[in-house]
């Protein structure tokens, strides 16, 4: 159980006043959540478990959901921007199209997360874990993504210009098309990655792990290691296509 600011619910009117008469522990959600307050809360915030619940299409900008958990949630549509999200639990969530710009999610866990087009632009994600998670098309520019895992995650298509991903855990993740324009990649691991079609113009991929990562057709012009076996490398590359494997 986890603390949730219930003023920051800011449902239509008719879709808040079903969710709060939405069955919960034996009682509504109001009454639970009214039986909480009264018991356990102090200054407004309310305890509650929101895992599997349905809030698709709910404003909670700048909410305050601090380690929350909210495994196999319906999110589609949310508006999370601005929100804090840190270390809370979003296994198997569903965040399609879901906006969280600018929203804390340090450390947070979004495994096989759905977050295909979702909004993430400038968000934090340092050292969160995103394995297997589905980021298609999402918007991840300006992101923090420091030391996040992303082992296996779909990124095909997805605008990461600009973004932090130094140290980032990118196995066998797919980046087909994905604008990795100005990127840091300091250090990370692109082992058996898919970055087919992608753009790299001016990524920093300095110590980055490219064994068998699959560059085909993909638009480059940085610095990389002049074979697989290097750390970092002199060799100037100019835009076409290379796969190191």
């Excluded at 006043?17 to 809360?41: A, F, H, N």
């Excluded at 324009?181 to 990370?188: E, F």
Aim: net charge negative; charged share 20%; with cysteine.
């Amino acid at each position: 159980m986890y603390r949730f600011d219930l003023g920051r619910l800011n449902f239509q009117t008719a879709d808040r006043d079903q969710w709060l008469q939405r069955p919960y522990g034996g009682t509504t959600m109001l009454d639970y959540l009214t039986k909480i307050g009264s018991r356990e809360v102090t200054e407004g915030w309310l305890i509650v478990d929101l895992s599997g619940e349905d809030l698709h299409g709910a404003d909670l900008s700048g909410a305050d959901l601090g380690r929350a958990d909210l495994n196999g949630a319906d999110l589609y549509n949310v508006n999370l921007s601005g929100a804090n999200l840190s270390e809370a639990i979003f296994n198997g969530a569903d965040l399609h199209h879901t906006n969280l710009s600018g929203a804390d999610l340090s450390e947070a866990k979004l495994i096989d997360a759905d977050l295909g087009h979702a909004n993430l632009s400038g968000v934090i994600l340092h050292n969160a874990n995103l394995g297997g998670a589905d980021l298609h098309c999402a918007k991840l520019s300006g992101a923090n993504l420091s030391l996040a895992n992303l082992g296996g995650t779909n990124l095909a298509g997805a605008n990461l210009a600009g973004a932090n991903l130094a140290g980032a855990n990118l196995t066998s993740s797919d980046l087909r098309c994905a604008d990795l324009s100005g990127a840091k990649l300091v250090n990370a691991g692109l082992h058996d990655a898919n970055l087919s079609d992608s753009d790299l113009s001016g990524a920093d991929l300095s110590g980055a792990n490219l064994n068998c990562a699959n560059l085909d057709g993909a638009i480059l012009g940085y610095r990389i290691p002049a074979n697989p076996e290097e750390k970092t490398g002199n060799e100037s590359v100019q835009p076409h296509s290379k796969r190191f494997c």
